[in-house]
């Protein structure tokens, strides 16, 4: 018994550097992309990670604060992966089509971080624009990419062509993240079929 105290004070102080946050974060977003957000506790997650809970609340309020830190880690991945996007391509068009299919791969690859990253409980949270400032700087590239590929587009309608492209991307992938398509609704389709049509509904390029 004396063993196990002493191990689990080993464990318990493993964190007491400054690395619990990282720790907890990665150990929630695994929890997540495994078994949904609906799985995810403050108290099992201490018990994963092998701290006492009041150890995690120093950092995370509650819960909801918790997915809100795993939302903005996983939308500042995405926002990179755009403007990598946004470097690497000349055309703003293809730049555009680019980032859209790196969101859809996202959201299919990692089903259960899709479904919490714009859960209702966070997205509705009165602190949430300032506490998803990655969202917001994602929003930011997307739009600059906009107003290169419409140059002479004003802004009301460079935020109008935003809010379609991402309503038609965000309408498909949570068809798929939440499997409501039925086997009728795709019958003689194959994915690629299906991605190219929302691509193409979603960015209404000119000239195709």
């Not at 720790?23 to 092998?50: F, P, W």
């Not at 995405?78 to 990598?84: A, E, H, K, R």
């Amino acid at each position: 018994m004396g063993t196990d105290n002493h191990a689990m004070t080993e464990d318990r102080t493993t964190y007491h550097h400054g690395n619990l946050r990282e720790a907890a974060l990665a150990a929630a977003r695994a929890i997540i992309g495994a078994h949904g957000h609906d799985a995810l506790s403050m108290r099992e997650l201490a018990v994963q990670i092998k701290v006492a809970p009041s150890a995690l609340y120093r950092h995370f309020s509650n819960r909801v604060d918790l997915m809100m830190a795993v939302a903005n880690e996983t939308h500042r991945e995405l926002g990179t992966q755009l403007s990598v996007a946004n470097a690497a391509e000349g055309d703003p068009w293809d730049a555009l089509e680019t980032a859209c299919r790196a969101f859809l791969s996202f959201s299919q690859a990692n089903p259960g971080l899709f479904r919490m990253m714009y859960d209702p409980e966070l997205m509705a949270a009165p602190d949430a624009a300032a506490r998803l400032d990655s969202q917001h700087l994602t929003y930011g590239v997307l739009l600059e990419l906009f107003h290169r590929a419409l140059p002479r587009a004003g802004p009301a309608q460079l935020r109008l062509r935003l809010v379609s492209m991402w309503s038609t991307l965000y309408g498909y992938a949570s068809t798929q993240a939440n499997g409501i398509m039925h086997g009728y609704m795709t019958e003689g389709l194959t994915a690629h079929d299906m991605e190219r049509a929302v691509l193409e509904a979603a960015l209404f390029r000119p000239g195709r």
